[in-house]
């Protein structure tokens, strides 16, 4: 493992073991135990005979700075009303030039899951052929360069699983239903309006508190919404930094938050999330039931015949893999209070499907996992038909989920 990548899967350990702070979706992919996918595939495929597989992997865009200069310059004016040290933090022009750009953190994240996978493509598919890879992603900036990154590391792990890859093109793919689902559905944008203010009453406390303590450090009054803007900031430009990428003014944007106020912004960003985008949601806003979109798409493609592309790539975000768990029961099954975003999306969090013969197995970030839905019985191998029949595109219509 490179010197970079080793620091980074260190780090990412002492960021969330030693200190114990929640990150929510903004903490740094893990590190992988245990048996790897191309492990995994190896030995199902010397158990039985396979021909026409396929492999279809989604994954989030790796660890980034801020989408936009607005949450810095937002910090800034924020820290600007303190009367110490902390006043003095500004944007650079480095923050502002950055955005919605991954972190060298990110690189790495994509390169080390890219070249995994690379190795499972070699066990499961073999040599490469012209028109077998397919690469979408959105249209963000973040997630094409997670896109790129991803596509070297495939490219190395395939040349050392077999043989070397063919270059294939990143296809950006804008105002996309099955990828962007959460941007395009009006019925669950209204939904989740209208229930916001419960979920908000119920953090309003925890809230109050981190704002009340970070007031007392900064020596001036701030809002929850202005602490947790700062708390973003922090997130971005040193939590999701390698430590050669970290600056001193970073580390003073952070030493405004205790433990105590990343466990408590933490747990608030799980559980906003646990309602809008998980198990916890109603149903006039069902994200899980709307990722069937994405769904729909990755089950047709594995039924696709011997001419069709046996390997599928795509980069999106956390608000496309975060339903789509859901739907597929990862993170069902728990309480809101204990829902844990740091290990069901982290940054560059992936999943992954795996036909062989009529089977079809699951992965998510990297480990196989079981099928938790009612027609595949808990089973870690789950017939194609049998997954095909528990969510048919008639259960799957756009306007009837959509319109308002």
Same mark, same amino acid.
């Given at each position: 493992?490179?010197?970079?990548?080793?620091?980074?899967?260190? +780090?990412?350990?002492?960021?969330? =073991?030693?200190?114990?702070?929640?990150? !929510?979706?903004?903490?740094?992919?893990?590190?992988?135990?245990?048996?790897? +996918?191309?492990?995994?595939?190896?030995?199902?495929?010397a158990?039985a005979? +396979?021909?026409g597989a396929?492999?279809?992997?989604?994954t989030?865009?790796?660890?980034?700075?801020?989408?936009s200069?607005?949450?810095?310059?937002? !910090?800034?004016?924020?820290?600007?009303?303190?009367?110490?040290?902390?006043?003095?933090?500004?944007?650079?022009? %480095? &923050?502002?030039?950055?955005?919605?750009s991954?972190?060298?953190?990110?690189?790495?994240? #994509?390169?080390?899951?890219?070249?995994?996978?690379?190795?499972?493509? !070699?066990?499961?598919?073999?040599?490469?052929a012209?028109?077998?890879?397919?690469?979408?992603?959105? &249209?963000?900036?973040?997630? %094409?360069q997670?896109?790129?990154?991803?596509?070297?590391?495939? &490219?190395?792990?395939?040349? *050392?699983?077999?043989?070397?890859?063919?270059?294939?093109?990143?296809?950006?793919r804008?105002?996309?239903?099955a990828?962007?689902?959460?941007?395009?559905?009006?019925?669950?944008?209204?939904g989740?309006?209208?229930?916001?203010?419960?979920v908000?009453?119920?953090?309003?406390? %925890?809230?109050?508190?981190?704002?009340?303590?970070?007031?007392?450090? /900064?020596? #001036? =009054?701030?809002?929850?919404?202005?602490?947790?803007?700062?708390?973003? *900031?922090? /997130?971005? %430009?040193?939590?999701?930094?390698?430590?050669?990428e970290? *600056?001193?003014?970073?580390?003073?944007?952070?030493?405004?938050?205790? &433990?105590?106020?990343?466990?408590?912004?933490?747990?608030?960003?799980?559980?906003?999330?646990?309602?809008?985008?998980?198990?916890?949601?109603?149903?006039?806003f069902?994200?899980?039931?709307?990722?069937?979109?994405?769904?729909?798409?990755?089950?047709?493609?594995?039924?696709?015949?011997?001419?069709?592309?046996?390997?599928i790539?795509?980069?999106?975000?956390?608000?496309?893999?975060?339903?789509?768990?859901?739907?597929?029961?990862?993170?069902?099954? +728990?309480?809101?209070?204990?829902?844990?975003?740091?290990?069901?999306?982290?940054?560059?969090?992936?999943?992954?499907? !795996?036909?062989?013969?009529?089977?079809?197995? /699951?992965?998510?970030?990297?480990?196989?996992?079981?099928?938790?839905?009612?027609?595949?019985?808990?089973?870690?191998?789950?017939?194609?038909d #049998?997954?095909?029949?528990?969510?048919?595109?008639?259960?799957?219509?756009?306007?009837?989920?959509?319109? =308002?």
């Amino acid at each position: 493992m490179p010197l970079r990548a080793l620091l980074s899967v260190v +780090v990412c350990t002492m960021l969330l =073991v030693a200190h114990g702070r929640e990150l !929510a979706t903004k903490a740094p992919y893990p590190g992988v135990t245990g048996e790897g +996918v191309a492990q995994v595939l190896r030995e199902a495929a010397a158990a039985a005979e +396979v021909s026409g597989a396929k492999l279809s992997v989604i994954t989030r865009h790796g660890s980034r700075f801020a989408t936009s200069g607005k949450g810095c310059r937002k !910090a800034e004016a924020v820290l600007r009303q303190g009367t110490g040290e902390h006043r003095e933090w500004a944007c650079s022009e %480095q &923050d502002l030039s950055r955005a919605d750009s991954i972190s060298l953190r990110g690189e790495d994240e #994509a390169q080390g899951i890219g070249r995994r996978f690379g190795a499972a493509a !070699a066990v499961l598919l073999g040599r490469p052929a012209p028109g077998m890879t397919e690469v979408y992603s959105t &249209d963000a900036r973040r997630t %094409q360069q997670t896109a790129r990154h991803f596509l070297s590391g495939l &490219d190395s792990g395939w040349e *050392e699983g077999c043989c070397a890859a063919l270059p294939v093109d990143v296809t950006p793919r804008h105002q996309d239903r099955a990828m962007r689902f959460f941007d395009l559905c009006e019925a669950y944008d209204a939904g989740w309006d209208a229930f916001k203010p419960h979920v908000e009453t119920r953090l309003a406390p %925890q809230l109050a508190g981190v704002a009340e303590r970070v007031s007392a450090r /900064l020596g #001036a =009054v701030v809002s929850a919404d202005e602490a947790e803007a700062v708390y973003k *900031e922090c /997130l971005f %430009q040193w939590h999701n930094a390698l430590p050669d990428e970290r *600056e001193d003014e970073d580390e003073l944007l952070c030493s405004l938050f205790s &433990d105590e106020d990343f466990a408590s912004l933490g747990a608030a960003k799980n559980l906003k999330d646990y309602h809008k985008k998980g198990p916890g949601a109603a149903a006039a806003f069902d994200g899980a039931a709307l990722a069937c979109t994405l769904l729909q798409r990755v089950l047709s493609e594995l039924e696709g015949g011997a001419d069709a592309p046996s390997l599928i790539l795509r980069f999106a975000h956390a608000e496309t893999l975060i339903p789509l768990y859901t739907l597929l029961g990862i993170g069902r099954g +728990v309480a809101a209070e204990d829902y844990r975003l740091s290990q069901i999306c982290p940054m560059a969090s992936n999943i992954a499907f !795996a036909l062989l013969g009529t089977d079809v197995l /699951l992965f998510h970030n990297e480990v196989q996992v079981a099928w938790n839905i009612p027609a595949c019985d808990g089973r870690h191998g789950c017939p194609l038909d #049998a997954i095909r029949a528990a969510f048919p595109p008639s259960a799957c219509v756009w306007d009837d989920m959509c319109s =308002v």
